[in-house]
């Protein structure tokens, strides 16, 4: 079955999915959603990520246009999610669901000791028995820092707590080739650029992903050990609608034995920047060896000592993503140089490693 084996699942809800073309909470497809939880949820932990502050807080408010600039619609979140919290908090009571609300911001899933505190203020609800209910914090965030998606926020989401699915709800039934519209694939095991091509750029007026960011989503649920499920959000009873009818495109994760460190490096947002290195440094990477200074003969992009970077060859071939331990100024004056030069050339003693193995992990 769908679900058989998984202890946490996260369930992820567009704006189209809770929220009609009125600026409506759709209440009775909620309560179908519930009713599903009920039957399936067992012993399992529930996550529910929720987008739709922004829709609701515009029907609220009688805001009908499409485009808003960034600071309004940071003032329209800030209403709509208190509405959108209300009313998920009174049909789940009516359903004997205690809920808990949590809004996140990328800071707290791509800043290690901030993502643990997340983690265990899920663990905690659940302890509680809550379901929590999840969303970006759009009121303060910028389009700098945004996800800018609830697909990747629900990704992230999955691979801090350690869950083993992910339901993505879309207003399809999963994944489509592109070249037979009717056929709908069932399995992803690979996410190859052919996979990416199938993806249809095209959005709602509420929602702010489409299919690209949802295998986006699918890459970091990949990395971390967790399946990925894309189903439709349009059918009342939808968990059911999927293990019953068996429509939806699941997403195989790779047998991970990373730990969980290392599942939260590969499983970051995004790169701050590239440190591209010759052969013998990537020969060395490819043996699980850590990246030294001599190896590296560019750099790309402006980052911070402990921040997120790819390594990759002279042909751009990605060799592994890492945290690094020297900041890219840092880097631009010790590239090519040997370990021994390091702390003559900064002024100052440091670590050899530019980026420890521990550090990284290789893709």
């Known amino acids: 079955m769908l679900i058989d084996n998984s202890k946490k699942i996260v369930i992820k809800l567009g704006s189209t999915t809770v929220i009609d ?26 996550v529910i990520v929720s987008s739709g502050a922004i829709a609701i807080g515009q029907n609220y408010l009688k805001i009908k246009q499409k485009k808003i600039k960034l600071e309004m619609s940071q003032a329209i979140a800030s209403i709509g ?42 663990d905690n609800l659940f302890k509680l028995k809550a379901i929590p209910i999840v969303n970006e914090n759009d009121t303060t965030a910028t389009s700098e820092i945004k996800y800018g998606d609830n697909d990747r926020l629900a990704a992230r989401v999955a691979q801090i707590i350690g869950a083993d699915t992910l339901i993505i709800f879309s207003d399809v039934d999963g994944l489509y080739d592109n070249g037979n519209k009717r056929k709908l694939i069932k399995e992803v095991k690979n996410l190859n650029s052919n996979i990416f091509k199938l993806a249809d750029t095209k959005i709602t007026s509420y929602g702010s992903g489409g299919m690209i960011t949802k295998l986006e989503a699918a890459s970091i649920c990949m990395n971390a050990g967790c399946h990925m499920f894309i ?67 560019t750099i790309s992009g402006k980052f911070d000592k402990g921040e997120n970077i790819l390594i990759a060859d002279l042909d751009n071939n990605k060799l592994a993503r890492g945290l690094a331990s020297f900041s890219s100024n840092e880097i631009g004056k010790i590239k090519g140089r040997q370990s021994n030069e390091i702390e003559r050339i900064l002024g100052y003693s440091s670590k050899t490693e530019v980026v420890h193995k521990d550090d990284m992990v290789k893709l």
């Not at 189903?231 to 790779?254: A, C, H, L, W």
């Not at 290392?262 to 850590?290: C, E, M, P, Q, Y």
Request: without cysteine; positive net charge.
């Open 21 to 46: 073309k009125k600026g409506n909470f759709k209440k009775t497809w909620v309560n179908s959603l519930i009713k599903d939880i009920k039957k399936y949820k067992k012993n399992r932990d529930i």
């Open 81 to 122: 999610q208190i509405h959108l919290a209300e009313e998920f908090q009174k049909i789940f009571k009516k359903n004997n669901f205690r809920v808990g609300q949590i809004l996140i911001s990328p800071d707290d899933t791509e800043q290690r000791k901030r993502a643990l505190n997340v983690k265990r203020t899920f």
């Open 231 to 297: 189903g439709n959000g349009n059918r009342k009873n939808p968990i059911k609608y999927m293990v019953e009818k068996k429509i939806f495109t699941k997403f195989i994760p790779k047998i991970s034995t990373l730990a969980a460190r290392k599942k939260w490096i590969v499983s970051s947002l995004r790169s701050h920047g590239t440190i591209f290195v010759d052969k013998g440094a990537a020969n060395a990477l490819r043996n699980g060896k850590s990246l030294l200074a001599a190896g590296i003969k």
